[in-house]
């Protein structure tokens, strides 16, 4: 079992910067797969960033070049650096990890809720 807690939402104004962390029980080595969703009302959940064992990262179109993803082995905790941010990234942010193969598991962690006015 993987418990993530999630932090770091809020309310920012179009052009500010928000830093979320998901804070896992226990190392962040064991996963071969991190990553942030959101879902904003009324539309699917998507992937926003990932980090894949290895070291590679994937960024939705959308954030390229505004969102870092990255990990903290020391602290257990995985974060959202999200800068340069517009109304449409408003959405419920979640983190997922998961491993792979035998033994392999996927947890969700509960959400943040982001908003950014206009």
């Known amino acids: 079992q993987v418990q993530l807690v999630e932090s770091g939402g809020g309310l920012v104004q179009t052009g500010g910067s928000l830093r979320l962390s998901c804070a896992a029980s226990?190392?962040?080595?064991?996963?071969?797969?991190m990553g942030w969703y959101r879902q904003a009302p009324g539309k699917q959940r998507e992937l926003v960033a990932e980090?894949?064992?290895?070291?590679?990262?994937n960024y939705a179109d959308s954030v390229k070049g505004r969102f870092t993803i990255s990990g903290d082995n020391t602290k257990n905790t995985i974060y959202l650096q999200m800068n340069s941010l517009k109304p449409e990234d408003t959405a419920v942010y979640y983190c997922?990890?998961?491993?792979w193969g035998v033994g392999g598991f996927d947890y969700w962690g509960q959400g943040t809720q982001v908003t950014v006015s206009s």
């Open positions: 980090l894949i064992s290895g070291g590679s990262t």
């Open positions: 226990g190392s962040i080595f064991r996963f071969n797969y």
């Open positions: 997922n990890v998961r491993r």
